[in-house]
C-alpha cells in the first residue's frame, strides 16, 4: 500500500481492500496516502464541538398551530407548488432562515410601485 499501509496485512489482502473501493474512496485513499491529511490539535474538544452540531441538526421537530389569512395560507400553497415542496416546509424553512439571519427582505412590485408613486 504504503508508508500509511497496515503493516499487519499482506500484500493480497491489501490488493484486495483497493479492488473493492468505489472512487470516492479511492480519492480518500490517495490523499492520505500522499500525507495531505492532518491531526486535529485538539481531538477531544473538536469531536465535543462536532457532536453537538449534530445534535442540533438531528433535533426533532416540534409541532405548533399558527392562524394565516385564507389569501395568505393560499400565496404560499402556490409559492411551495412552485418549488415542488409541500407548503408546511416552505413555512418551516422560511421561519428557519429567519431566525438564523439568512432571510433577505425583498420589496414586493407593489410595494415597489407604491413607493415611486408616492
Same mark, same amino acid.
Given at each position: 500500500? /504504503? ?10 489482502? %491489501?490488493?484486495?481492500?483497493? !479492488? $473493492? *473501493?468505489?472512487?470516492? @474512496? ?12 492532518? /491531526? ?10 462536532? %457532536?453537538?452540531?449534530?445534535? !442540533? $441538526? *438531528?433535533?426533532?421537530? @416540534? ?31 422560511? *421561519? ?23
Amino acid at each position: 500500500m /504504503s508508508q500509511h499501509g497496515n503493516p499487519d496485512m499482506g500484500p493480497d489482502k %491489501q490488493a484486495e481492500i483497493k !479492488h $473493492t *473501493l468505489d472512487e470516492e @474512496e479511492w480519492n480518500l485513499l490517495r490523499s492520505y496516502e500522499a500525507g495531505e491529511w492532518v /491531526s486535529v490539535p485538539d481531538f477531544a474538544t473538536e469531536k465535543r464541538r462536532l %457532536q453537538e452540531a449534530a445534535r !442540533h $441538526t *438531528l433535533a426533532k421537530s @416540534e409541532r405548533i398551530t399558527i392562524r394565516l389569512t385564507k389569501p395568505d395560507l393560499q400565496a404560499i400553497k402556490q409559492c411551495a407548488a412552485k418549488e415542488g415542496v409541500p407548503h408546511h416546509i416552505l413555512i418551516s424553512s422560511i *421561519l428557519h432562515k429567519y431566525v438564523t439571519g439568512q432571510l433577505v427582505p425583498q420589496h414586493s412590485s407593489k410595494q415597489s410601485r407604491n413607493t415611486e408613486l408616492g
